[in-house]
């Protein structure tokens, strides 16, 4: 067949050379009408082929393709593929569809994706199916019952605007070829040595982006045929679409002979390289056809590029560009069209630079100095303008963590030589490109903003940037190999290459990959892989172990940056897997056969990291990928398995997909294999956890990433000789998970209730039949029946928990019973549906056949919600009963027949079950789920019987160990639960907090009641309240944060430490005392009499709400002698519950501490005072190291207060441990130059040896105020622990050597510290208190369990135990009756700026933000509300990116303006000017709307730096109140914080005429910003100021 195009098509194409060329006029206005189909109909298993040509950027979409069996000649022609109908097929994106509907949403290659160059082929084949062919590549049957005559379609729609068809023909059939080698082995010709080395140097295009054409004379002279015709498009991302088999039929070369000729042409070429010739002409006219080939007068053509490249010339073997190796006589030889590149002539950093660059390594290392100092004057640009399709690639070195905004990268036409280098390149305003983050600015203006899913500034080091600017003007950058696209069209033909080392960014060195052994490998590796019977070595050539048996499954030896294979290429490893958490990814030597499964055990892992082994499938081919630094973010062709999800490309399909790979030991196996159907399935210890994905290409490698804990794996394909584990078992345990699944152990014991596999059509069922959830949940609400996989037995409970809910449907899970088999069911929509034998549960109705028997039964399922269980068990005498959280709910109906199967109807808002381990008969344990699988101690601190909680509770809990735990699985509230007994007079109920859920605000509660457990109803859903505060119907005294309530009723504020500040490990007691006084312990510590006049018959009562999820009693029925109870503090962890800790309180007779003071031997600026316990650097910055005289014996904590900042400086302090000696220790000038058995903590990271192994630990150590007071300990495990105002923040390392020394960096604001004795008071207490070290009152409480989060940038919560005025602030923002929805549910975000609150924080007046930086003043005498940022919005870019402004408002215009999310026009915001201004074009990174009006008016809306000028009466008019609390009366007035876009607003002078200056920052000429454009503010925070 013809591969030519119909003659009739759309109406927007034009047909060109001879038909086989399309493009669609108007690209830029109209997206549409680009229909073309193929002039014949398709022949059986010929694939119809096109290339992309052009591409526009202007429209979302692209090409589609697909076949019709409607004849072109009489096709009334629709606007897009997409509308034809009557046997059409089509493929667009990554979606089949039929006749326009919808029948595949996730197929092959996303077409939107592919570029200009790409290749997509449609064929049918000879079983009547579907199949897409992408760059060569088959993507699996997309549709089947095709018919037999079929025209081929393809839409230019959207972003494609040209494409060419290049053939119309069958694939090539590997098995044959294969056979006819073998036939042929001693008498074929081999192929053309020219064609494979211009193979493998397209290889060679594909890493460094330049194509280079071998022209070996010699070799070339076998060449025989001409050039396609078709007009080519220069690609450097793909491979060829096929391996080239040009023949001359009178050259015979032994495959020997080929491999010696192939990698001598690509030795000299390496060599060549590195004398500096990259443009290399080499004759040679030998005949000898042992080397060099047969002579002959064709003539190789050379490497066309500009006017000055030159093309080898094969006329008498000379060579016309001076080529040193332009000889006869058989050398082998390479000629490089390029654009005329001459002899040393190799891309490097230009000698003009920033004023801050220093150049090294040849200049092909550019770094930043003085990176703490300076982000900016970075900027350095290449020696020479960058060529057509060559690649410009740099590594990062190295970055740092002061800055925000990092690297920058593109090209500008500014000759560096007369170039006056700006402080970043984006101030200039003329030709130039730069990606910075993941958006494209043109001169400095926003041109795209999402270019692509990487963005720039989340780099690390060792990752890699580069740029190519096409033939066609077309601009790309690569990320770390991966081509993220055309980012600019009509790029100059003239242009440098331009990187702005800014922010982070630091150092970075130009990339040449001049690798020679490693290139060579990839070379041979790629010749073995496009011909396997041609090119293997010899041995005595071999550079590449030749396996015995080729078809055995190995690692490639290409691997990722920190692996290592060793075994043979059996072994994976990270060899220091304890310095690096990524880097770490394999893959398998070749595909992976169909039904073949590709299994690893687990060799070795450490405990430092988070996360650990992923696997999967990848179609990208190990000697051609440049491997990431995690396989999740390769963003093409590649499923994994990562902890207990599935991601497809990077993005996750699968939340709950089998057991999580996290929590895999050593010894433990993974495997994974890709069925014939091209389903997906992962297993773990043998055990198949399930189809994972669907339609996976059939040639994928087999990958794993040896993330985070994993160290070391075995590919187990033959367990006789499987090495053992390794003997070193001190990285992490050798034993099997315990919560594995595993085939060997524990399986007897389980039920084998499952899933059965047939359901609706809808469903999925995973997790080896355990969990069943619905498919595109937010657009199908029905379909999704599941059954059990057989009968239940009399007596038999079948459990399931809910695990996953979406809040789109109404109504929800219905479960029940039918008689019916699974092979005689058809499923219908609904279960309800079904008219015999089924019994179910909707809501609170019993429905028999479809009908309803019964209502208002006990419990209602549509109330449920995540974590909640159901069960169904059918009795020995018929009856159904169900079980809510383990209880039952009575019986439900009666006379069901003997065998019935359970069924789920995943209906509504249920999206996903699973069945949990109490399925199986019913005993004792009903009242246990999956849930028990969470470990709570129980620690009783006293002997005795230990208290129990009450089986009646909050519809949300869960009652564990026999009622002495208790868990909330769902929601924030309904948590509530009572003492199982009434408290005898001095008895301590007390429980401690075992799990946290910090997605909620909120805390414990705890109190006394007079309700009587016993008296509510049996059923737990319902007759509690929600929440504690709400409990009324009896007396109830109880604590809400630091808020003492009776009935809800307030009746003292700041009372003892407050609840909300609470977290995991901290204890929580009430006691009712005989004075008939209601007291709070914390941590042992009693805060007072909280309530008086109590009842005496009371029960402790508790409501696990907020963030708080579970508790286990601590407490015994015995009264404790409270006398000889210790009052640790709130992190006293460090001892177990049940041992005496030895705190040194003066009143114990125990071992006192260890007195430290500092030694004698410190850095040469440190001044030592007050017994050598007070420090003091006395000039300069640093030079301030110091330690302590002693060593730190275990669990005793030391403690320093920092005495006196000094604002001149930036950063602050660092502190630590020495492993060693500091007698003799010669101080460098910072810690962070020690490098031997030290760890350091330092901001909020935690170093080794200078070497990061932990960031966002506890709080940044350089927001720390005056009087902090920081501590270390080295528990007994040692494990380093900092404590900051007494709290402990965690381990920060492990492995702490004994013994140690503390260590204490002096550096920048931190000038002087004093050791806290017993004899020294800590921050708060008076100077003649004496205090326990560790030990805080409550007074020393700040705001949250870790202080630390009120310090760091911006601020999380008032550092002030209470603040009258904040809290004045907030009743006045409760009368304006705003929904609680639009604030932020976190209140450590609402900030207080009185004069106290912002002086006690150590806030400077005045700070910078944005890209460029712009100063704004903070709202002194205001109180800030964080608003509630929406999900859409790029939060993290906005605040680093965006600058900040204040507006002031009139409260009547607040809740119109909340309601838009933005500022609104003048007639809804006083502030807007009365005067409208001409409309302008939208922003920088947008055109005008296409029908907008040309002289349409809008309003401005005046912002200003600063709320001196915002909070002005004028805009911000006064409104009384009367407060409620001490109903006097005052004014208030109201305003916002925003967030501003660059360029988005004009600066300008104040507009009411004041003389005097408002802001001493700001003149009056530049304090009012001007913003007409809409979106370009962001709504940040409330501003409420009172008088």
């Known amino acids: 067949m013809a591969a030519e195009l119909h003659p009739r098509s759309g109406k927007l194409i034009g047909l060109s050379n001879s038909n086989r060329t399309a493009q669609r006029n108007q690209p830029v206005q109209e997206f549409n009408h680009g229909l073309v189909l193929s002039r014949e109909p398709l022949r059986d298993r010929d694939v119809f082929t096109v290339r992309i040509d052009k591409k526009v950027n202007s429209w979302s979409g692209s090409i589609e393709i697909g076949v019709t069996a409607l004849d072109p000649a009489a096709l009334d022609f629709p606007s897009s593929a997409t509308g034809l109908k009557g046997g059409s097929w089509i493929v667009s994106g990554c979606s089949v569809l039929k006749d326009g ?168 070429l390496y060599r060549s390289e590195d004398e500096g010739g990259e443009d290399l002409g080499l004759g040679g006219g030998g005949s000898d056809s042992s080397r060099a080939g047969a002579g002959s007068n064709n003539g190789a053509r050379g490497g066309g590029g500009n006017d000055n490249g030159n093309g080898g010339g094969a006329e008498g073997g000379g060579s016309t560009n001076n080529s040193p190796s332009g000889s006869a006589g058989g ?131 060792g990752d890699h940037i580069g740029l190519m600017r096409k033939a066609s003007g077309a601009l790309h950058f690569y990320i770390n190999g991966i081509d993220q696209g055309v980012a600019a069209n009509q790029t100059p033909g003239v242009v440098y290459g331009v990187v702005d080392l800014y922010g982070m960014a630091v150092k970075v060195t130009i990339v040449h990959n001049h690798n020679h052994s490693d290139r060579l490998r990839r070379n041979n590796a790629i010749m073995r892989a496009l011909s396997p019977d041609v090119g293997r070595p010899r041995p005595a050539l071999s550079l590449t172990p030749d396996p015995e048996a080729p078809d ?45 499964v590709f299994q690893v055990r687990i060799d070795k892992m450490v405990d430092k990291w988070a996360g650990s082994i992923e696997i999967g499938v990848t179609t990208h081919n190990p000697a051609y990928l440049q491997l990431p630094s995690t396989m999740t973010n390769l963003r093409s062709g590649t499923w994994m398995m990562t902890g207990n999800g599935v991601m497809h490309n990077g993005t996750t399909i699968l939340d709950e997909y089998g057991h999580n790979l996290d929590r895999l030991k050593a010894g433990d196996t993974v495997g994974v294999v890709r069925k014939d159907d091209g389903s997906l399935h992962f297993f773990v210890n043998g055990v198949p956890q399930g189809p994972a994905a669907w339609n996976v290409p059939p040639s994928v490698y087999a990958v794993v990433d040896l993330y985070g804990q994993a160290a070391q794996a075995t590919i187990m394909d033959d367990m006789a000789d499987l090495p053992p584990l390794p003997d070193d078992s001190s990285e992490g345990p050798t034993a099997m998970s315990p ?77 029940g019973v039918t008689a019916i088999r699974p092979e005689e069911l058809e499923f219908p929509n609904t279960m309800t549906d079904i008219d015999y034998d089924t019994w179910m549960l909707s809501g609170t109705a019993i429905m028999q056949d479809g009908n309803t028997m019964r209502n208002n039964y006990g419990c209602d399922l549509d109330s449920l919600s995540t974590g909640s269980r159901i069960g169904m068990m059918r009795t020995a005498s018929g009856d159904l009963h169900y079980y809510i959280n383990g209880v039952d709910q009575g019986v439900a ?122 008296d509510l109803p049996s059923c737990p859903l319902s007759g509690l309240s929600p929440s504690l505060t709400q409990l009324r119907s009896k007396v109830t005294w109880l604590l809400a944060g630091s808020e003492v309530r009776r009935n809800g009723v307030l009746q003292r504020q700041n009372y003892g430490c407050s609840l909300d500040r609470l977290t995991v490990g901290n204890r929580v007691g009430v006691k009712r005392c005989s004075d008939d006084t209601m007291h709070i312990f914390i941590d042992g ?59 040194p309180c003066e009143n114990e007779p125990t071992l006192v501490p260890m007195a430290m003071a500092f030694l004698e031997n410190h850095g040469k600026n440190i001044q030592l005072s007050n017994q050598n316990l007070t420090a003091a650097r006395v000039s300069s910055y640093n030079q301030g190291l110091l330690v302590t005289a002693q060593p730190l014996p275990r669990q005793q904590l030391f403690q320093f ?170 009743r006045f923002k409760d009368l304006l ?79 119109r303006t909340l309601d838009h999310n933005q500022l609104l026009p003048a007639e809804s915001s006083s502030v807007f000017s009365a005067s409208p201004v001409k409309a302008e074009g939208h922003g920088s990174y947008g055109e005008p709307e296409e029908n907008s009006a040309p002289e349409r008016e809008i309003p401005c809306v005046r912002l200003s730096p600063t709320m001196r000028y915002s909070g002005l009466e004028v805009f911000a008019p006064k409104v009384q109140f009367r407060d409620p609390r001490s109903l006097r009366c005052h004014h208030a007035q109201v305003g916002f914080q925003v967030c501003v876009r660059p360029g988005s607003y004009k600066v300008g002078p104040q507009s009411l005429g004041i003389s005097d200056p408002l802001d001493q920052r700001f003149s009056n000429t530049e304090i009012e910003w001007i913003t007409k454009e809409k979106g370009g503010t962001l709504l940040y925070g409330l501003l409420i100021r009172v008088e």
């Open 1201 to 1370: 207060q920092i005495d006196r900042l000094n604002s001149s400086w930036t950063s602050s302090l660092s502190l630590g441990v020495i492993g060693h000696s500091p007698d003799r220790l010669n101080f460098p000038s910072t810690a962070c130059c020690l490098k031997r058995s030290v760890w350091l903590l330092q901001r909020d990271s935690v170093f080794h040896n200078s070497l990061k192994i932990c960031e966002n630990y506890g709080p940044n150590l350089d927001t720390c105020p005056e009087g902090t007071v920081l501590g270390l300990l080295v528990d007994a495990n040692g494990c380093l622990h900092l404590y900051v105002n007494g709290m402990d923040q965690g381990v920060a390392a492990q492995d702490i050597p004994s013994p140690c020394y503390p260590l204490i960096d002096l550096y920048g604001q931190c000038e002087q510290v004093t050791i806290v004795t017993n004899h020294v008071p800590a921050v708060g207490a008076e100077s003649g208190d004496v205090r326990c070290q560790g030990d805080m009152e409550k007074a020393d409480m700040v705001d949250g369990i870790k202080e630390s989060v009120c310090w760091t940038p911006p601020p999380a919560v008032n550092p002030n135990k209470t603040c009258e005025y904040q809290a004045l602030c907030s």
């Open 893 to 1014: 109906c009666t006379g069901l027949p003997p065998e019935v199967y359970a069924v789920i109807d995943l209906y509504g808002q249920c999206v996903q079950v699973s069945i949990t381990s109490s399925s199986g008969p019913l005993d004792n344990s009903l009242c246990t789920s999956n849930i028990t699988e969470k470990s709570f101690p129980i620690h009783s601190p006293v002997a005795g019987v230990a208290h129990r909680l009450h089986n009646k509770h909050g519809k949300n809990v869960v009652l564990l160990g026999d009622g002495c735990q208790a868990v909330r699985v769902g929601g924030y509230a309904h948590g509530i639960v009572f003492s199982a007994k009434e408290l005898k007079t001095d008895e301590l109920f007390e429980v401690k907090i075992n799990e946290v859920d910090e997605q909620w605000s909120g805390s414990l509660r705890i109190g006394l009641t007079t309700l009587q457990p016993p």
């Open 101 to 268: 509907r919808s029948v595949l949403e996730e197929y092959g290659r996303d077409l939107d994706q592919l570029g200009e160059g790409d290749r997509v082929g449609i064929q049918r084949n000879g079983r009547g199916e579907l199949h897409l062919w992408v760059n060569g590549q088959d993507c699996g049957t997309a549709a089947s019952g095709l018919p037999s005559r079929l025209w081929a379609v393809v839409d230019l729609y959207g972003k494609c605007t040209q494409v060419t068809v290049v053939s119309c023909e069958p694939p090539p059939d590997t098995e044959e070829q294969e056979e006819d080698e073998e036939e042929r082995e001693e008498e074929v010709e081999s192929p053309s040595p020219a064609a494979l080395t211009t193979e493998a140097c397209r290889d060679h295009e594909d890493r460094t982006g330049a194509l280079v054409l071998p022209a070996v004379p010699a070799l070339a002279t076998v060449m025989n045929g001409s050039a396609e015709e078709v007009p080519e498009v220069t690609r450097g991302h793909s491979r060829p679409d096929k391996f080239p088999n040009n023949f001359e039929p009178d050259t015979v070369l032994t495959e020997h002979q080929l491999f010696d000729v192939f990698n001598n042409a690509i030795v000299s």
């Open 331 to 461: 050398t082998a030889g390479m000629a490089v069209g390029t654009g005329g590149m001459t002899t040393n002539d190799a891309l490097l950093f230009h000698e003009k630079c920033g004023t801050l660059i220093k150049l090294s390594n040849n200049n092909k290392t550019a770094e930043r100095r003085r990176p703490l100092d300076e982000f900016n004057n970075g900027v350095v640009m290449t020696n020479r303008p960058l060529r057509h399709n060559e690649m410009f690639e740099i590594r990062i070195d190295k970055l740092v963590d002061k800055w925000s905004g990092s690297i920058e990268i593109g090209v500008t036409t500014h000759n560096p030589n007369n170039l006056d280098y700006p402080a970043t390149m984006t101030n200039l305003r003329s030709g130039t490109i730069m990606m910075s983050g993941c958006g494209i600015l043109t001169n400095g203006k926003g041109t795209r903003r999402e270019y692509c899913e990487f963005s720039l500034d989340e780099l690390q080091e």
């Open 739 to 815: 919560g594995s699944p595993c085939s060997i152990t524990g399986a007897s014991a389980a039920s084998d209730l499952r899933f059965h596999q047939l359901h609706g059509t809808n469903a999925v069922i995973t997790n080896g039949g355990r969990t069943a959830l619905r498919q595109n949940c937010r657009s199908e609400f029905n379909d999704a029946i599941v059954i059990s996989n057989r009968c239940l037995r009399d007596g038999e409970l079948f459990e399931i928990v809910i695990q996953k809910m979406v809040d789109r449907w109404s109504g929800s899970i219905e479960a």
């Open 1377 to 1455: 009756t705003l929904p609680d929805g639009y604030f932020n549910e976190d209140a450590k975000y609402n900030l207080c700026y009185c004069e106290s609150c912002h002086k006690l924080r150590g806030d400077e007046a005045y700070y910078k933000r944005g890209e460029p930086p712009r100063d704004y003043a903070l709202p002194f005498g205001w109180c800030r509300f964080a608003l509630r940022i929406k999900p859409h919005c790029e939060v993290s870019n906005t605040f680093k990116k965006w600058h900040i402004a204040y507006h002031g408002t009139s409260v009547g215009s607040l809740r």
């Open 1085 to 1143: 510590e009693d805060m007072g009499p909280a309530a008086t006049a109590v009842a005496k018959n009371v029960y402790a009562v508790l409501d696990l709400y907020g963030k708080v999820t579970a508790v286990s009693i601590v407490s015994s029925t015995l009264v404790e002698d409270t006398e000889s109870v210790k009052a640790p503090s709130l992190s006293s962890d460090s001892c177990s519950e049940g041992e005496d800790d030895s705190t």
């Open 552 to 596: 055995r499954l190995l690692f490639h030896p290409n691997c990722g940056q920190k692996a290592a294979i060793i075994g043979d290429g059996r072994t994976a490893l990270r060899p220091h897997a304890t310095d690096d958490f990524n880097h770490g990814v394999v893959l398998s030597n070749r595909p992976l056969h169909s039904n073949e």
